[in-house]
């Protein structure tokens, strides 16, 4: 039995791709030389726990300060990266909350950039709750979140989904007692609620 649904953001209701913040500005090998300069994954994680993106810009002047235009213009030009809801994830949030099931989200972002996610992805907002790990302070697959996610939104683990495109993080929710669906697909998905026994449509 699930009565409440714990998803994730980034490629389950909103589709999120670094690279979009640059189309147009600098080609991709451009991109990739300074990501992987900044060790832009890294630092991406560090953002999502909480850390400032004024702490970021001063160790990245410090460290490669030739690329600190392409850093500020990641950050302005942040809303591009998000490129629209994932297919089909809309309607099934309005669904879902149809059927009288509780939903909350658990996502790895920035505080400073989780504004846009709103905008671009509606959905988001028919959440009951929000986790936003840059505003706790703690990030997936940290099983610190799911504790703190859990007793916020007064969950039952054992009738709760998480749903995560991340394996690492799924894994981690399990050994946290939450059932768990790895995403690939508001479709599969969709089908992994039938057979779990919610009356959603099939697509």
């Known amino acids: 039995m699930i009565d409440a649904l714990l998803l994730d953001f980034g490629n389950v209701l909103v589709h999120w791709d670094p690279y979009l913040a640059y189309e147009g500005h600098m080609d991709r090998e451009a991109v990739d030389a300074f990501f992987a300069d900044i060790g832009f994954a890294d ?6 726990a909480g850390r400032p993106w004024s702490v970021a810009r001063e160790l990245v002047g410090t460290s490669h300060p030739q690329h600190l235009p392409a850093f500020d213009f990641y950050l302005e030009n942040f809303a591009a990266t998000l490129a629209g809801p994932v297919e089909g994830s809309a309607e099934l949030v309005a669904e879902l909350r149809g059927l009288g099931l509780r939903l909350y989200g658990l996502t790895n972002w920035s505080a400073e950039t989780f504004q846009h ?4 992805a509606p959905a988001t907002t028919l959440l009951d709750d929000v986790v936003v790990s840059g505003s706790v302070g703690l990030a997936k697959p940290d099983p610190r979140i799911f504790t703190l996610a859990i007793d916020r939104c007064g969950l039952n683990p054992a009738t709760t989904l998480f749903v995560d495109d991340v394996p690492a993080n799924t894994a981690v929710a399990a050994e946290c007692g939450l059932q768990t669906h790895l995403f690939t697909s508001t479709d599969e998905l969709r089908a992994d609620l039938i057979a779990r026994g919610i009356a959603v449509g099939a697509h």
Not at 117 to 120: G, N, P
């Open 117 to 120: 996610a709103a905008v671009a």
């Open 43 to 48: 630092m991406n994680k560090l953002q999502d």
